[in-house]
């Protein structure tokens, strides 16, 4: 099982970056690497159980996954990968924000476990902690840091 | 139940930040609110249910706390209050370090629940969260920071 963990300072306050974060079917409107994304099924974003659907910039690959938590109280939601052109199987990982009260900011993780189905587990394990959730965190930042 | 919660930022690695906070006997060497620690009965401050007994500075006053959960792999520490010149009950607090990666920074959090039996909320409340928790944070950031 491989294990991946990001985590940054973003330069807003939770609420802002949790109403970024929270809205499962958002990919697109601020992780640079997604193009498109809609809810199967015509279920709220903010369900359970709900499935989104979404492509890559890079070569449009298709990704389905599945919201499995969400929580307003602990700002983190978890969710795991139905399909993915990623080798990848049993793909699970969350977000999770924390506030830092010192400068009004906020703390974001972003984890993964999976087993890699193919090719160098390491380098599976940079793609996604480096290209997906360090590229994520350095586009909330763009997008929402206090001037 | 009053219940604090105080975080920072602090530029240093995690383990050269726990390294510093989680030896229970080990807050006068760098909180400048406190004098004087030992641990009673000879027990090392690493052992669960052990008491620390430590002075306020400038002669305000002992407390005793006894260490309730220590992890090296969560870098968390809970503990809560014996005795104290504080006037809460049922205080238990618990300090939680997070590795920044980005940066190879360290997130501290502090925070604490007790309930307040005499005089203002507000002064006890600042008495822990500015006066003890983000007091730490600062010295930390002075102490094991990165100059630049």
């Known amino acids: ?147 | 139940m009053t219940k604090v919660f105080v975080s920072a930022v602090i530029d240093a690695p995690i383990g050269a930040v726990w390294a510093r906070m989680r030896d229970f006997n080990g807050l006068p060497d760098w909180h400048p609110r406190f004098s004087r620690s030992h641990i009673e009965d000879g027990l090392r401050s690493d052992t669960i249910g052990c008491v620390r007994n430590f002075d306020i500075a400038g002669g305000a006053g002992t407390i005793r706390e006894r260490l309730l959960t220590l992890s090296d792999s969560e870098y968390t520490m809970t503990y809560t209050i014996l005795d104290a010149p504080l006037p809460v009950e049922n205080y238990v607090a618990t300090l939680k370090l997070y590795p920044i990666t980005v940066g190879d920074q360290t997130l501290g959090t502090w925070s604490a629940e007790f309930k307040v039996v005499r005089g203002r909320e507000d002064d006890v409340v600042d008495a822990v969260a500015n006066g003890t928790f983000g007091k730490a944070f600062d010295v930390m950031n002075e102490l094991l920071g990165r100059k630049r």
């Not at chain 1, 973003?10 to 929270?22: D, G, L, N, S």
């Not at chain 1, 999976?114 to 909330?140: H, M, S």
Request: with cysteine.
């Open chain 1, 1 to 147: 099982m491989a294990k991946v963990y990001r985590s940054a300072v973003i330069r807003a306050p939770i609420e802002t970056v949790w109403a970024a974060v929270r809205d499962f079917n958002a990919l697109p409107r601020w992780h640079p690497a997604i193009a498109t994304s809609e809810i199967e099924a015509g279920s709220a974003a903010d369900r359970v159980g709900c499935v989104r659907r979404f492509t890559r910039k890079s070569d449009g690959g298709l990704l389905r996954e599945q919201l499995l938590a969400l929580s307003d109280t602990e700002h983190a939601l978890t969710y795991n990968i139905l399909v993915s052109p990623m080798p990848v199987a049993n793909y699970v990982a969350g977000i999770r924000l924390i506030p830092i009260t010192k400068g009004n900011f906020t703390f974001a993780q972003w984890w993964a476990e999976f087993d890699v189905t193919q090719g160098p587990e390491a380098n599976t394990v940079a793609d996604i902690g480096d290209n997906v959730f360090v590229a994520g965190f350095a586009a909330l930042n763009q997008l929402l840091s206090k001037s």
